[in-house]
């Protein structure tokens, strides 16, 4: 059995964000696919595991987590991968996975599923997410203008969180022109050894029968 | 000099997580006043100040800091007070601050905005918000059930960080009338020795010349 087990589905972005932590760590992980849209999150059995009712979740030894940026704090100590350095270093990814969670993320993935996965077209509601995805990129854009990462020269798990949903961009449908820093960042996150697309790293459907 | 200086505006509840804790720990702090509501988080002063041009900002020696939740660890540390005893009380306080910014305060803080600040009527984004905000509610009084505070016996900033908006609860305009244990807990939080409203911790305007 896998060292790591991570409940997940292939359209999650906060599924992604540990997925790609494991994969680029090299860690002795594997996904267990979460039946997210056939109402699994939804069931009692699943909220008696997390009970906001969300993937990922994440099994390690007697450690059972939700929320993807404890997790990526976590997996970062216990890897020694993509972690702080420094205390400072450690409270400014913590500033920039809290500004993913409460301003990139929380617009991105939503207005993403309406209009690219609950195609309900455009709508009062995506026109007001869009603008807010704006105003959150435009923020990472001005902090990303000259640096190579988000804190400091090398990748860290704040990367990871705010670049996961970002590359379902066509889904998204914010477009990233205006972003220089932005679409320069992404690219160098892109390159690192061993990346893979979310829908390349998880399951969208639920394994056959062995 | 007070040793921790807090930027922050009275309507802010971002601003009252690391207020209230300051607060109740006892801690030597003075708020410094934000203008907000003239634009100020969005001069090229403060942006160099937070790249990300909102309030609170924390500023303690050398350390200045944005982000609510990151502020709320660091003070906990400093203060020892509302923190952690264990790796594991760690992690979950962290669950919840994060729930809290990507599903509690995101959709709370802007619906209170919407309906009590700039008075947009009810309209699809404020709709959409408020099924958003019933649906963070259900997960915290569900949480709730059988507890004293979110992460066990004794108050946390996990506290601190969930209740703040929900103070503001009759101009976010979410009925509590089914959530009693959130009632219940918000009762709790409101009986610690100190507590005071946000209304009554933080300014709500520049202090007249001295």
Redesign the interface.
């Known amino acids: 059995m896998p060292e790591y087990l991570l409940r997940c589905f292939a359209e999650s972005g906060n599924s992604y964000k540990p997925a790609i932590l494991l994969e680029l760590a090299g860690a002795d992980w594997a996904p267990v696919f979460v039946d997210y849209f056939h109402g699994e999150t939804r069931e009692a059995e699943y909220?008696a595991l997390n009970?906001?009712?969300e993937a990922p979740v994440l099994e390690h030894g007697d450690?059972t987590?939700?929320?993807?940026?404890?997790i990526l704090?976590?997996l970062a100590d216990a890897l020694g991968a993509f972690g702080a350095e420094t205390p400072?270093e450690r409270?400014e990814i913590?500033?920039w996975?809290?500004?993913d969670?409460?301003?990139l993320?929380?617009y991105t993935a939503t207005l993403r599923f309406m209009r690219a996965i609950a195609k309900t077209g455009e709508?009062?509601?995506t026109d007001?997410l869009h603008k807010r995805a704006e105003a959150a990129y435009a923020?990472l854009d001005?902090?990303l203008a000259g640096k190579t990462f988000v804190v400091g020269e090398r990748p860290t798990i704040a990367d990871l969180s705010l670049s996961a949903y970002l590359f379902f961009g066509d889904e998204i449908g914010v477009p990233f022109e205006p972003y220089a820093n932005i679409r320069a960042w992404l690219e160098r996150i892109r390159s690192l050894p061993g990346w893979k697309h979310p829908y390349d790293l998880m399951p969208r459907e639920k394994p056959a029968a062995a």
């Open positions: 909220r009970v906001m009712g450690v987590l939700s929320q993807s940026g404890v704090d976590y400072a409270r913590w500033r996975i809290l500004f969670n409460h301003k993320t929380s709508t009062p509601v007001f923020v001005a902090h």
